[in-house]
């Protein structure tokens, strides 16, 4: 006689009688699985139920997250069984389908799947949490999309409303639900919904790059615009002048500020939301992936109870990450720390945080004034802008304040000659900054994929010999997998040249030098190139070749190679 699942947990010692008991008269009240009773009552976990189940039926406890799933294999059973109870495809194998399963021994449902699909049952074990994630893999937004766009048929006579119905179960609703769960599943950080002559296109930017999500028929786009703008604040009946807004909401169990903003086309509003995660929790400076020396650096600078550290780089370089991740360094309750921030992206606790707003005349430079006043030991400037906020920043840091602030520019010694071309004088600047740190962000070989090859980028073999160094014999890719969804990558890592002012830098600068002579200086002071710490993770292991070449190849010494 087969056993139950309450017995087989007993054997092993992960259930009491009195626990049993009390999980038996639950399932009574409620009618669900056993399993699912004791899990809810935290006697058990699901991976310590699906391990206990797959020991004593001799049977293969599945990782399904390292799995393809086909998705015409899947399809085998319908969504709503799926669902129900807690079971997926996976494979055929021998004439077989295996399925997996949160509870093997549920007969009733084997003999029902066995009829629904007419073949043979060959059950593996798995958790109703992956197996509903693994679900949810195969069914992409767009598959999603097409099922919800095919309910209402295509009119491409029917004229964008000025009023749309964006309440209730209306399509345009449903659709922009799905568009921002998938973005925030995917953990892209920004939303673009483009307008084109037959319809839109949606992209999402995930890791710094953008990617084809899926189309919006014609005739639901003006519901599904109408519905982000609504969320947003912004007036749906002008479509002619840019608009901002911004929201937060709680979509996949997750709190969200969303920016929004529209731009009138040639087509139609072109509409971007940027997606910020309040429940991300911030990285410390360890994880960020800085080489051991560039963090040294970063930290003894952090230490310093005035001047000015900048962080530079591009757009979508971390360089906001940045900041937050040294404010969080320096927060204690020793510490008056004040930010002057467009926009707010993460709050912090304990730290005294302020938005821009420029309609009631409250800017960078307005802002930063009245934090003066404030009794101030750290302050943040998101961003110096103009010559007014240079000026005011590097005052403060004169005056005894340690202020943190970004800036664009393509390498560390480059932001002297951006500061003086604003207007600030080399000898304040010489006088009040502490550091530099110039960065990028490369995207990171999915760890469960990565696969060594022999190294024969002739480009960038050219460039690393430019460099001074010896290309690598190997180098390492991503194959694809589905922890990575087939892309080779996982997530991001920085990379970055940090410049320490020491005398001779600070000599040079208020001698207002080149910046030829600037580099000549930081690199005999220890400074390590962008490029160099990018070889540096190319050999290690932590990026390709080819992520190389799109972060820093061209931004120094091109010409060299």
Known sequence: ???????????????????????????????????????????????????????????????LARRYLEPEVV???????????????????????????????DINVMDDLQRLTGKIISPVVATEEEIEEAFQRTRNIAQSARELISRYEDDE???????VE???DAPGVRLTNLILEQAITQKASDIHLEPHEHGMRVRYRIDGLLKDIMEIPRHLRGDVN???????????????????????????????????????????????????????????????????DNLWKIERMLQLNQGLLLVTGPTGSGKSTSLYAFLHKLNSPEKNIVTVEDPVEYRLNGINQVQVNPKVGLTFATGLRTVLRQDPDVIMVGEIRDEETGEIAVRSALTGHLVLSTLHTNNAVATISRLVNMGLEPYILSSTIIGIVAQRLVRTICSDCRTEETFNDRLLTRYIESLGLTPPSTTY????????????????????????????MRQAVEADASE?????????????????????????????AAEIIRTVYSVDMEGDV
Do not use: W
């Open 226 to 292: 109408s519905r982000i703008k609504i969320m947003g604040g912004l007036d749906i009946t002008e479509r002619r002048k840019p608009q901002d807004g911004r929201i937060q909401i709680t979509l996949a169990s997750q709190e969200v500020d969303m920016r929004i903003s529209s731009l009138p086309t040639v087509y139609g509003e072109k509409i971007v939301a940027r997606l910020l995660h309040k429940s991300s929790s911030l990285l410390d400076l360890e994880d960020f992936g800085f080489s051991i």
């Open 477 to 504: 890719y991503g194959k694809g997998c589905p922890l990575c969804s087939y892309t080779g990558y996982r997530g991001r890592t920085a990379i970055a040249e940090v410049l320490v002012f020491n005398k001779e």
């Open 75 to 105: 399809d085998l059973i319908p969504a709503t069984i799926i669902v129900s109870k807690s079971v997926l495809p996976i494979e055929m194998q021998d004439g077989a389908l295996v399925v997996a399963m949160a509870d093997p021994l």
């Open 166 to 168: 964006y309440l209730g």
């Open 1 to 63: 006689m087969r056993k139950r699942l309450g017995d087989i947990l007993q054997d092993q010692g992960l259930l009491t009688d009195a626990q049993l008991a009390v999980a038996l008269e639950e399932q009574k009240k409620t009618g669900e699985r056993l399993g699912r009773a004791l899990i809810a009552l935290d006697f058990v976990t699901s991976s310590q139920v699906a391990d206990a189940l797959s020991e004593h039926l001799k049977i293969e406890r599945v990782n």
């Open 157 to 163: 006579d029917t004229k964008e409303p000025d009023q």
């Open 516 to 544: 030829a002579e600037l580099l000549e200086i930081a690199l005999r002071s220890g400074m390590t190139t962008l490029q160099y710490d990018a070889i540096g993770k190319l050999i290690d292991g932590v990026t390709t």
